[in-house]
């Protein structure tokens, strides 16, 4: 990584929506300490005030209100867009919030910084876009074939938005395609699924699918030093960048990495199927050369930041208060 140019916004002022949630909180944490100056636009629908940096300006309000935008943008100068409905099987169950919250969101934020004069911009997207993908691991230039989710879709949309603004209005766009995070401040996902299951009744685990799953998971620390690598390392009006470890492994692994560490041996009991739900792709495994050709490398393996992960949940019971994981999915 050394070999790296990071992105340095000391001086700089930055505006990260979605600040208060898992990987916002952690971009604003990384900028401040390079000296930038942080707002945060957050409006706690998944957000948690514990993860507020200190030091960041918050404004407390929603990307639908062109106001809280508005504010949240004076001064800044570039933008980390994070803040979105990120959930992938709640989105299922609700479809309009959805668009709202990524598409109709991100274009209030696009037309905000046209008002504004702000014309830089990260974006958080997913691995999601690429459906169930043709080509594993799957290149930034592969087909997509077609989309399985509205969560993908919803991120499809936005980066369509992103481009078309770049094209349209002179913006610079970084759009990156995360697989599944971990680490510190994780609130969603399959380990807090599992973390949970298993408070309620450590002899019983059910899981949906039928284990056999292979995916990619990435630290979100090593996350956010991508992201700035390839802000540091690329300058087209459009740059797009797969974010996510060369190692993928099974639910079943991931299964027996979490109950080793939480000392418990439940007995499994498979839903069965491919797939865990409707969206959940059976083979996830981004190629990132791009951004590895820019000297970026993951510095965590998978089964350290699982283990990083539930010494997080462990630590904070909090995260349990509420997200709790719908019942009756669409499988
Ligand atoms: N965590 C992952 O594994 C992962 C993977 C791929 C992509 N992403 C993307 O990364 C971004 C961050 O995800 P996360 O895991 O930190 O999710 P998160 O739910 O922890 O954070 C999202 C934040 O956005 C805020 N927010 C949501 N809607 C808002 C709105 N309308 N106005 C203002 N604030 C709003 C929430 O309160 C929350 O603090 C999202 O765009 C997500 O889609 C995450």
Redesign the pocket.
Known sequence: MSAASIASFSGRSVLV??????????VADRLLSQGAEVSI????????HQ?VPAGARLVE?????PG?VRRALEGCEFVF???????VKDNLLQPRKCI???VV?TQNLLEGMRAAGVRGVA??????VYGEATVVPTPEHAPFPVQTSI?GTS?LAAEGLLTSYALGYGFRVWI???????GP?????HVIDFWRRLRRDPTRLDVLGNGRQKKS??H?GDCVSGMLVAIGGSGEPINVFNLGHHEWVEVDESIAVITATLGVKPRIVYAGGERGWVGDSPRVLLDAARLRALGWAPTRSIPESIVETLAFLEASPFVNDRQIPPEGLPR
Do not use: C, I, P
């Open positions: 929506t979605g600040g208060a949630g898992f990987v916002g909180s952690h636009l957050d409006n706690f629908s998944t957000g948690w993860f309000g929603d990307l639908l209100d809280a867009h994070l803040a979105a409905n990120a959930d709202e919250q990524n969101g974006f958080a997207s997913t691995g999601a969560y991120k990156f395609r995360f697989v599944s995070l971990l401040r994780y609130t969603h996902g998971y990435l979100v």
